[in-house]
């Protein structure tokens, strides 16, 4: 006759299990999300044109968006929020952005991913001039 576990063991065996799925959850490769809520669902105004250098970008850290201008009078929008954990990108040098919580970048200009651990793109955001100023959304 098989003796059966006593209430301790399976208890343990329970917490175990759950810490265990927990610390899966927490840790899995796959966890890069879409942060696209993250953009503008009305225009929003960002002030000058004239403030985004030719070849360079400026981040908008309050309206979470980054914008660029890779050739005069072209300019590009994305929702500056890392598509890894939604951290708000930290800085903007020439052409790059840098994630300060798990150090990604991506490239300001196509939003696409320069190094990981994210692995979606910046999501793209609307944007024109009026009256020489900045409206993304």
Do not use: N, W
């Amino acid at each position: 006759m098989s003796q059966s576990p006593d209430r301790r063991t399976v208890l343990r065996g329970a917490a175990l299990a759950g810490a265990a799925g927990f610390g899966l959850a927490a840790c899995s490769p796959g966890d890069s999300g879409s942060y696209a809520s993250a953009v503008p669902d009305k225009p929003v105004e960002l002030g000058p044109a004239a403030e985004i250098p030719v070849g360079g970008a400026k981040l908008y850290r309050e309206d979470r968006l980054v914008v660029s201008q890779p050739a005069k009078g072209e300019f590009r929008c994305f929702g500056a929020m890392c598509t890894h954990r939604g951290c708000v990108l930290a800085e903007v040098e020439k052409k790059e952005g840098s994630c300060p919580c798990h150090g990604s970048r991506f490239d300001v200009t196509t939003g696409q991913v320069l190094q990981g651990p994210a692995a979606e793109p910046l999501p793209k955001v609307p944007v024109k001039t009026k009256d020489g100023k900045l409206i993304a959304g």
